[in-house]
């Protein structure tokens, strides 16, 4: 079945810099990506998703990438602020499976002042 | 709004006993998922309700079952509770046309001893 994974236990970036938290996963099941926020004693929060059939897609402040040839998503954050410290999860799923979501383990991003 | 809640936020339970979490999803949302978080990992699926049924299940003992009512609210049940089912027990509700869309509630921190 699908796993997800990701690179990185930690991630440690200077305030106002750019963040990229990186996620494989591996294999091509999952129909859309979803990127979450888990902020310390808070449930999983939506960022941004983007379907298998796209290779970018833009939020507020947030850019996600998808390379379907290695296999490999990832999230930027452009100004990282300290408010974006958390733990950041990509999840797959697939559209037959409704809101069925296989999470990687997390990267623990810390954003210094 | 409330969004997606749960209760209890705690609880404390031994070896054995049995123990009953509660979700009431956020509104105009009719399919609620669970999932159990362990310390420091991502989520992992238990099982989606829809339409007052179990439709998908997870890798998880016969021991965790649950419940959707009428009103999309839903219930899990954990009997003859192990150490290891020591969690963060999430809640995520969505709808049928935006199922990429998962909203979670703060979790249930259930510890066993």
């Known amino acids: 079945g699908e796993s997800v994974g990701l690179h990185l236990p930690t991630l440690s970036v200077q305030e106002g810099d750019n963040s990229i938290i990186n996620c494989a996963y591996s294999n091509s099941a999952s129909d859309y990506f979803i990127w979450y926020k888990q902020e310390s004693g808070k449930g999983p929060q939506f960022i941004i998703d983007i379907r298998s059939n796209m290779d970018k897609r833009q939020g507020q402040r947030v850019t996600v990438l998808l390379n379907k040839t290695v296999k490999h998503l990832s999230l930027q954050i452009a100004a990282t602020q300290p408010g974006d410290s958390a733990v950041y999860f990509c999840?797959?799923?697939?559209?037959?499976?409704?809101?069925?979501?296989?999470f990687g383990e997390g990267t623990q991003l810390t954003v210094n002042p | 709004d409330a969004g997606v809640t749960q209760s209890p936020t705690h609880l404390i339970k031994t070896r054995g006993q049995q123990v009953t979490l509660r979700c009431s999803p956020k509104?105009?949302?009719?399919?609620v998922s669970w999932y159990q978080q362990a310390l420091g990992q991502g989520p992992q699926f238990i099982f989606q309700y829809y339409e007052e049924e179990e439709r998908q299940r997870g890798n998880f003992p016969d021991r965790f079952s649950g419940h959707q009512f009428p009103n999309y609210s839903s219930e899990l049940n954990v009997n003859a509770l192990l150490l290891g089912d020591s969690a963060l027990y999430l809640c995520?509700?969505?709808?049928?046309?935006?199922?990429?869309?998962?909203?979670f509630g703060q979790g249930t921190r259930l510890t066993v001893v």
């Open positions: 999840a797959g799923a697939k559209e037959t499976s409704g809101s069925r979501l296989t």
């Open positions: 509104s105009g949302h009719d399919t």
């Open positions: 995520a509700s969505s709808s049928l046309d935006r199922v990429a869309e998962a909203f």
